[in-house]
């Protein structure tokens, strides 16, 4: 059996729609939505303001494709669909291969290596 003491669950105080946590000892901070209500070129700036947080990156789906970004050095990363495309999906034009990202987070960079993992 593995030691997981190095894992934290981290209380959500946002908003059912809005998540915000903290990584390497609080040097960067991550936001994250599902993407139904925002534009991927608007995500930043719309966050920050309903939340008053300077977000280091931001992590959203919902357009069923990868995507990066950088917006006023904040990292955009879209993650795709696990399960690729669906009727939902298909009807939206928002074809993709199932896939999600590892992100490498490290004290130089809040994004230093994304991989993405074609499944």
């Given at each position: 059996m593995k030691d997981y003491d190095n894992i934290i669950i981290c209380e959500n105080g946002i908003d059912e729609d809005i998540i915000a946590f903290n990584v390497l000892d609080?040097?960067?901070t991550i936001g994250a939505v599902h993407g139904h209500k925002d534009r991927v070129q608007k995500v930043v700036s719309n966050l920050t303001?309903?939340?008053k947080i300077d977000f280091d990156m931001i992590l959203t789906a919902h357009y069923h494709h990868f995507s990066g970004d950088e917006q006023n050095e904040v990292?955009?990363?879209s993650n795709s669909s696990l399960m690729?495309?669906?009727n939902y999906s298909?009807?939206?034009r928002l074809t993709a291969k199932p896939s999600q990202n590892f992100i490498?987070?490290?004290?130089n960079s809040v994004c230093d290596y994304i991989h993405r993992i074609v499944l």
């Open positions: 609080g040097k960067y303001c309903a939340t990292i955009v990363l690729g495309t669906d298909k009807n939206g490498v987070v490290n004290e």
